[in-house]
């Protein structure tokens, strides 16, 4: 199956994960296409491919710059999602009261057209100790495993 990973960033840490599981996946899998959400259009999601969605928030729980303009369109076009899958993975800072609620936008939505969404809700706190990437990478063995999607070891 083919997976896409979008991510939408405003300081480059979702970024950063996005390529990382990237390249995990395509260890496994021959075609992994990686997009920023300012890049990508909605109305070219399709349930002919797994979504790996990593998002950041900002502002007071708010999107990120980068997947602003995607979600506006998303709410324009309100396409048909039934069929699609998509794991998911936010970044956030416990610090903030609206902790992690970025990437919630893009759930809520993908759900409201139909999507499903499969495995474990990542997340990473920004207060913590922890690399966003090495969350993200113990996250992704869980997600693709719900999604029954191989992944190399
Ligand atoms: C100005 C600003 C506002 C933020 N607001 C929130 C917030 O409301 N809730 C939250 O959980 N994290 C918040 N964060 C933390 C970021 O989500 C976190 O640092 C994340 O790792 C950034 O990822 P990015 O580089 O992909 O944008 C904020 C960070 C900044 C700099």
Not at 91 to 99: I, K, R, V
Request: aromatic share 10%.
């Amino acid at each position: 199956m083919k997976i896409t990973v979008l991510y939408g960033t405003e300081s480059g840490n979702s970024e950063l994960v996005a390529e990382d599981l990237g390249a995990k996946l395509r260890e496994t899998h021959d075609d992994v296409e990686i997009f920023d959400l300012q890049d990508f259009d909605p109305a070219d999601l399709t349930a002919e491919h797994f979504y790996v969605v990593v998002c950041s928030t900002h502002g007071e729980g708010d999107l990120p710059n980068t997947a602003i303009d995607f979600a506006e369109k998303f709410d324009q076009l309100l396409p048909d999602l039934t069929g699609m899958r998509y794991a998911i993975f936010g970044l956030g800072d416990s610090f903030y009261d609206t902790y992690s609620q970025g990437s919630e936008h893009l759930d809520r939505r993908f759900t409201a057209q139909g999507a499903e969404r499969v495995g474990e809700y990542g997340r990473h706190d920004a207060s913590s100790w922890d690399m966003p990437s090495d969350i993200a990478l113990e996250w992704l063995p869980g997600a693709m495993e719900a999604a029954g999607l191989a992944l190399a070891g």
